[in-house]
């Protein structure tokens, strides 16, 4: 079983007397064991989700099952174990929320504690996974950013969580610091099979994962796969010098809707907050789509 099934996902806030539709029927799928990352512009609706899939928040319709458990019929009891069992959370500049006076080791205990007794030797193995083997005597005013966000991702760990999420996590580090952080991310994946989804906007981040979705308008607009050797081969041969690592693909919903691309919309002259009309016909195992001739170009 897939370890995340969105299907037709609305969120709606409710503010003053006005509703925000935060998600618009989102379907997304996403494996056990898959390392990927989610984009789309400001307000896009990319931190509902990830809210929704951390438990903080609850989606108003459509069916989301994460690791088995179903989102929308969890009683506040069961919603609580799910938040301490199935998910870690990792925020940006998370490490900056941690006690500065504590050590990189006091800091990953404590949340163990809470749980009931001290594991030392658990908090030591997981500083050693993020590579603060080192540095666990330090305390944290002694770390770097990079390293204080190791310890959050350490703490995120500390139940072997097998969904780890990651809101902006290389949002405020350097880039050579935010490429470490994703190799920690890897290795966590690899060793734990942790399954990991990060929200971000940094390019170089998501040219390194193999599937990025793209949001747009709270619904799953496309989806881009990180080329395979065989696929940069074949461009090389027909001449065709691919700078991009990977290939987008236009998501069509169960319903048959798709999102044309903005920027399409644009040189075609459609959208644009008017409605328009196109032809759909296909050609040759092709989809084509065709843009409404204007019925008076000369009034234009
Ligand atoms: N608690 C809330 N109450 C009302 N509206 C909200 C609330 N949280 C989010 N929204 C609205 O929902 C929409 C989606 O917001 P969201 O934070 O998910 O976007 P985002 O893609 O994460 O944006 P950013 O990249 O800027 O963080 C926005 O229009 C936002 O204003």
Request: with cysteine.
């Amino acid at each position: 079983m897939s370890m995340i099934i969105c299907e037709s996902v609305v969120k709606i806030y409710k503010a003053h007397d006005l509703e925000v539709f935060a998600l618009q029927g989102l379907d997304l799928t996403i494996e056990k064991g898959e390392l990927m990352a989610i984009i789309g512009s400001s307000g896009s609706g990319k931190s509902t989700l990830l809210n929704l899939l951390g438990g903080l928040e609850r989606p108003s319709a459509g069916s989301l099952l994460v690791d088995g458990n179903n989102l929308l019929r969890m009683t506040e009891k069961q919603l609580k174990m799910y938040k301490r069992l199935t998910v870690g959370f990792v925020w940006q500049n998370q490490g900056r929320n941690l006690i500065p006076y504590l050590t990189a080791q006091e800091n990953v205990e404590i949340p163990m504690l809470l749980q009931g007794r001290k594991k030392s030797q658990k908090a030591r193995q997981l500083l050693e996974m993020v590579g603060l083997g080192h540095r666990l005597k330090n305390r944290l005013n002694q770390l770097s950013g990079g390293e204080q966000q190791r310890v959050a991702i350490a703490i995120a760990l500390a139940n072997e969580p097998p969904l780890l999420l990651a809101d902006e996590p290389t949002g405020s580090v350097d880039s050579k610091t935010g490429d470490q952080l994703l190799n920690v991310f890897r290795e966590i994946n690899e060793t734990l099979n942790t399954t990991i989804v990060i929200v971000t906007h940094d390019t170089e981040l998501t040219k390194k994962v193999d599937r990025v979705v793209n949001i747009r308008d709270g619904k799953i607009s496309s989806e881009m796969f990180r080329m395979q050797p065989h696929e940069l081969e074949e461009l090389m041969m027909q001449g065709i010098q691919e700078e991009n690592t990977h290939l987008e693909y236009t998501v069509v919903d169960r319903t048959g809707r798709l999102q044309i691309p903005e920027e399409l919309l644009h040189t075609l002259n459609l959208g644009d907050n008017k409605q328009s009309r196109v032809q759909v016909v296909e050609e040759d195992g092709q989809l084509i789509i065709k843009p409404q001739p204007s019925l008076n170009p000369t009034k234009k």
